[in-house]
């Protein structure tokens, strides 16, 4: 056990490198990219010490050369489900039982890793895996992922520190026990600092861990286990797994032992995970936690003061960057007719400018989308809007998957606010934008707030202080994290805390000591220094 009250190093915001031309690490990570897309990675399966092969492989392809075969990875079947779960529990037994100053150290030996010498290794596997331009690259996979563990660390401790009142003759102390079982850990492609936070998070609490990355991050999910590895995390504390979602989930969701879900995808599977949990319950030796982060048609909504060309890089990066597969994407846009066509022509020209095409290419701004499916959702969406005589194509539009999947920045003009762009969730580079009357401002306010089912970003434009607050209240429930003359994406870590509400999930916070608590049971425990020797109070005295 610990012999101190211990301090961990002040978390600080990692910062973002440049790449720019000439640079250290512009070279480092172009070099690193070579290698990694020139080479063949064999990706097993981790269950505790061991590297599981099955023969059973699937390619791993760039999406911006979908032909072009940079390795495999191995699936498996539910015995291995049923391995890494029963590893996990094996594991528990010490690494529950580690003072949390030595899973603390663990973990800030990541963040230095990611910092150092693993940086142009996260940043060029993700570029290849999930088509990120560079700077998307490095503000996720190594800034945003430093920050998680950094900040996690100092969040844990305060966690530790945070102790109940005593009384005179008692001393009340709390203690943060890990969760009784092991936590399930579902990650997404579109963020490798989420795809190590989710697991990472529960773990550093003292939890132990089954995850299941998505299929198509799988090449960066790698790198972040030779992270863990080197950093000393335990054999079994983490655990990886691979092969059909629904087997795997159903698997972990039978076992007694199952204890929690560290969840970012989509908010169909994350309903049905819930509903699964609830049919089992009776089947559990505890209530599970449930933690989720799931879908987003986030919006922009400007103010008649607002500043038109101000509006439009909001909407040129918050809608653009990394096409759109961003969670908080801004999707839905509102503008008054007085600025309206000014900031459309100001996105045009933004547009126009993009250049697309291989991350490689440190010019390209707009890369692949990350599958078939989803370029083949895409393309449908444009054609129909195409042909829809409530909407039209403002830019954009094109599309074309024969080398990779591209899809062209796209602008819908939508005459009917509730046209289905407008309310359906694409996870793309594709906006719509309907034009509304000045004069109706305070009534597209109610607009914005009704047409959704999620509740994740949005952010208002205007420097009329008035309309900020209005829009502040009227829009409090349809927004987790709401932006002010912003665009609704990049949260950082320690300084937004991440997360919405009504279908966009449970708003446990990603980033904050808000999200850890959620990996811990606390256990109170009184003492009585003397304690008493006569049942009698003094209301029974004659």
């Given at each position: 056990?610990?012999?101190?009250?211990?301090?961990?190093?002040?978390?600080?915001?990692e910062?973002v490198?440049?790449?720019?031309?000439?640079?250290?690490?512009?070279?480092?990570?172009?070099k690193?990219?070579?290698?990694?897309?020139?080479g063949?990675?064999?990706?097993?399966m981790?269950?505790?010490?061991?590297?599981?092969?099955?023969?059973?492989?699937?390619?791993?392809?760039?999406?911006?050369?979908?032909?072009?075969?940079?390795?495999?990875y191995h699936?498996?079947?539910?015995?291995?489900?049923?391995?890494?779960?029963?590893?996990?529990?094996e594991?528990?037994?010490?690494?529950?039982?580690?003072?949390?100053?030595?899973?603390a150290a663990?973990?800030?030996?990541?963040?230095?890793?990611?910092a150092?010498?693993?940086?142009?290794?996260?940043?060029?596997a993700?570029?290849?895996?999930?088509?990120?331009?560079?700077?998307?690259?490095?503000?996720?996979?190594?800034?945003?992922?430093?920050?998680?563990?950094?900040?996690?660390?100092e969040?844990?401790?305060?966690?530790?520190?945070?102790?109940?009142?005593?009384a005179?003759?008692i001393?009340?102390r709390?203690?943060?026990?890990?969760?009784?079982g092991?936590?399930y850990?579902i990650?997404?492609?579109n963020?490798?600092?989420?795809?190590?936070?989710?697991?990472?998070?529960?773990?550093?609490?003292g939890?132990?861990v089954?995850?299941?990355?998505?299929?198509?991050?799988?090449f960066?999910?790698?790198?972040?286990?030779?992270?863990f590895k080197?950093?000393?995390l335990?054999?079994?504390?983490?655990?990886m797994?691979?092969?059909d979602?629904?087997?795997i989930?159903?698997?972990?969701?039978?076992s007694?032992?199952?204890?929690?879900?560290?969840?970012?995808?989509?908010?169909f599977?994350f309903?049905e995970?819930?509903k699964?949990?609830?049919?089992?319950?009776?089947n559990?030796?505890?209530?599970p936690?449930?933690?989720?982060?799931?879908?987003?048609?986030?919006?922009?909504i400007?103010?008649?003061?607002a500043?038109p060309?101000?509006?439009?890089t909001?909407?040129?990066?918050g809608?653009?960057?990394?096409?759109?597969?961003?969670?908080?994407?801004?999707?839905?846009v509102?503008?008054?007719?007085?600025?309206?066509?000014?900031t459309?022509?100001?996105v045009?020209?933004?547009?126009?400018?993009?250049?697309m095409?291989s991350?490689?290419?440190?010019?390209?701004f707009?890369t692949?989308?990350?599958?078939?499916?989803?370029?083949?959702?895409?393309?449908?969406f444009?054609?129909?809007?195409k042909?829809d005589?409530?909407?039209?194509?403002?830019?954009g539009?094109?599309?074309?998957?024969?080398k990779?999947?591209?899809?062209e920045?796209t602008?819908?003009?939508?005459?009917?606010?509730?046209?289905?762009?407008?309310?359906?969730?694409?996870?793309?580079?594709?906006?719509?934008?309907?034009?509304?009357?000045?004069?109706d401002?305070?009534?597209t306010?109610?607009?914005?707030?009704g047409t959704?089912?999620y509740a994740l970003?949005?952010?208002?434009?205007?420097?009329?202080?008035?309309?900020?607050t209005?829009?502040?209240k009227?829009?409090?429930?349809?927004?987790?994290?709401?932006?002010?003359?912003d665009?609704?994406?990049?949260?950082?870590?320690?300084?937004?805390?991440?997360?919405?509400?009504?279908a966009?999930?449970t708003?446990?916070?990603?980033?904050?000591?808000?999200?850890?608590?959620?990996?811990?049971?606390?256990?109170?425990?009184?003492e009585?220094?003397?304690?008493?020797?006569?049942?009698?109070?003094?209301f029974l005295?004659?």
């Amino acid at each position: 056990m610990g012999k101190g009250f211990f301090h961990v190093p002040t978390a600080i915001n990692e910062p973002v490198k440049s790449y720019a031309p000439g640079t250290p690490e512009r070279e480092a990570v172009l070099k690193q990219y070579k290698e990694y897309f020139n080479g063949s990675a064999d990706v097993p399966m981790y269950i505790g010490s061991e590297e599981i092969r099955t023969g059973n492989t699937r390619n791993m392809t760039p999406p911006h050369d979908h032909q072009h075969v940079v390795g495999q990875y191995h699936l498996g079947e539910q015995s291995h489900v049923e391995d890494a779960i029963s590893t996990a529990l094996e594991a528990r037994k010490e690494w529950s039982q580690m003072p949390w100053e030595q899973r603390a150290a663990i973990f800030l030996r990541a963040a230095e890793l990611v910092a150092g010498p693993y940086r142009a290794k996260i940043n060029a596997a993700t570029m290849i895996a999930q088509s990120k331009t560079i700077h998307q690259a490095e503000i996720d996979a190594a800034c945003e992922y430093i920050d998680f563990l950094r900040f996690n660390v100092e969040f844990m401790s305060q966690i530790y520190d945070e102790q109940p009142d005593s009384a005179e003759g008692i001393w009340n102390r709390v203690e943060y026990r890990p969760l009784e079982g092991f936590v399930y850990a579902i990650t997404p492609f579109n963020f490798t600092a989420i795809a190590g936070n989710l697991p990472a998070s529960a773990a550093m609490m003292g939890n132990t861990v089954v995850w299941k990355p998505s299929d198509h991050q799988i090449f960066s999910a790698k790198v972040l286990m030779d992270i863990f590895k080197e950093a000393g995390l335990p054999d079994g504390v983490i655990n990886m797994v691979y092969g059909d979602p629904v087997m795997i989930t159903d698997t972990v969701l039978a076992s007694p032992d199952f204890a929690g879900i560290h969840f970012t995808g989509s908010t169909f599977v994350f309903k049905e995970i819930w509903k699964k949990i609830g049919e089992n319950i009776h089947n559990y030796k505890t209530y599970p936690k449930i933690v989720g982060e799931t879908g987003g048609k986030d919006f922009i909504i400007a103010h008649p003061s607002a500043n038109p060309k101000q509006v439009a890089t909001g909407i040129s990066r918050g809608a653009f960057e990394f096409q759109g597969q961003k969670c908080s994407a801004a999707s839905r846009v509102y503008l008054p007719k007085s600025i309206a066509e000014e900031t459309l022509n100001y996105v045009k020209e933004d547009i126009a400018s993009f250049k697309m095409g291989s991350p490689e290419d440190m010019g390209n701004f707009i890369t692949a989308v990350i599958h078939e499916g989803s370029f083949d959702k895409l393309a449908s969406f444009i054609d129909g809007a195409k042909n829809d005589a409530d909407a039209e194509i403002f830019a954009g539009g094109n599309y074309d998957k024969s080398k990779g999947y591209f899809v062209e920045p796209t602008v819908i003009l939508a005459k009917d606010p509730k046209y289905t762009t407008m309310c359906t969730e694409l996870f793309g580079p594709v906006v719509t934008i309907y034009i509304y009357e000045d004069a109706d401002w305070s009534e597209t306010l109610k607009l914005v707030d009704g047409t959704s089912e999620y509740a994740l970003t949005g952010a208002v434009f205007s420097t009329d202080r008035y309309a900020v607050t209005e829009a502040t209240k009227a829009l409090e429930n349809c927004a987790g994290n709401f932006y002010i003359n912003d665009k609704p994406t990049g949260a950082v870590v320690g300084q937004q805390p991440f997360g919405g509400a009504r279908a966009s999930g449970t708003n446990d916070k990603a980033g904050s000591a808000q999200n850890l608590l959620r990996w811990v049971s606390p256990r109170l425990i009184k003492e009585t220094f003397v304690s008493p020797t006569d049942y009698r109070y003094p209301f029974l005295g004659e």
